[in-house]
């Protein structure tokens, strides 16, 4: 079978298993099969696939075709300005998320030497983007599964940022090591009861423990602002991602614990979603 009929088959039934994307997917799942960009793909649509290429094909599209996300297949997922590794032991970077690093170098604009801890460091994208901008830098991530520090390490080392940055297996209620000039985090968030309602591409393939906010998805945020108060130093910045319907419980947690509101932003879909607070 050539590229372009295997691909026409993929379209067929990536559509027929409700992917929306099939189009883009079916090409992108072959430029990985044959290691070639689109281009390749595009232009060279009568090269016949040896069995091996065929069957690796055919493989990634039946992943595919039960939901798996493309960043997965792919082992790896564009944020900010790099590309991360990243398997099923991380969440998938989302674009929103971006917010934090771009608050972090709205208000560093003329700091140096800043210490940074990030909460549930997951694939390192948030903490590692941050220090990749800011050369004078020190990261520590903190996450209690062993093998998402390992996705985190190998990030660190791809992106050269290894000697800057250090990474502990802690829960968060259980890590003392330092005082920070800012805390950043992207806790679990997502309402225990809510989580039958995601897509099948996230609750059937992304780590339950990194969606998981407990009884109204505050949970792991409350441990995450009791301990940042106790770790951040004073005068320093917490910034805090959250779901569009937490604002008022957040701010009221953030304010008791001793913390005042800079502003609250909206994401793309114009939903409340990110935090930005200073410890007083």
């Known amino acids: 079978m050539n590229i372009q009929d295997a691909i026409k088959s993929a379209n067929k039934r990536l559509k027929q298993n409700n992917i929306k994307s099939f189009l883009l997917d079916s090409e992108i799942l072959m430029s990985k099969t044959l290691n070639k960009d689109r281009k390749y793909i595009l232009l060279n649509e009568k090269i ?95 996450d209690i599964d062993e093998k998402t520090l390992k996705v985190c390490k190998i990030n660190a080392f791809k992106l050269g940022l290894s000697k800057r940055v250090k990474f502990f297996k802690s829960d968060i209620d259980n890590f003392t090591f330092g005082k920070y000039d800012l805390i950043i985090s992207n806790p679990p968030y997502i309402n225990k009861i809510d989580l039958k309602y995601l897509d099948r591409d996230v609750i059937n393939f992304e780590p339950k423990m990194a969606l998981n906010g407990g009884l109204e998805g505050i949970s792991e945020i409350r441990k995450v602002v009791k301990k940042s108060s106790e770790l951040i130093k004073r005068n320093g910045k917490f910034i805090l991602e959250i779901a569009f319907d937490q604002k008022n419980k957040v701010s009221k947690l953030l304010k008791n614990n001793g913390f005042y509101i800079n502003k609250i932003l909206k994401d793309y879909a114009k939903n409340d979603r990110c935090v930005v607070s200073t410890k007083l």
């Not at 300005?81 to 917010?99: A, C, G, M, S, Y």
């Not at 997951?122 to 903190?142: A, H, N, P, V, Y």
């Open 48 to 142: 016949i696939l040896n069995k091996c290429e065929f069957n690796n094909y055919k493989n990634l599209i039946d992943q595919r075709s039960k939901g798996k996300p493309i960043a997965y297949l792919l082992g790896k997922k564009f944020f900010w300005k790099d590309e991360f590794d990243i398997n099923d032991d991380v969440l998938i970077p989302r674009p929103d998320t971006e917010l934090i690093v771009e608050q972090t170098l709205k208000f560093s604009k003329h700091k140096s030497k800043l210490k940074v801890l990030d909460i549930g460091v997951g694939s390192g994208c948030i903490l590692l983007s941050i220090l990749k901008e800011k050369k004078d830098f020190l990261g520590t991530g903190i």
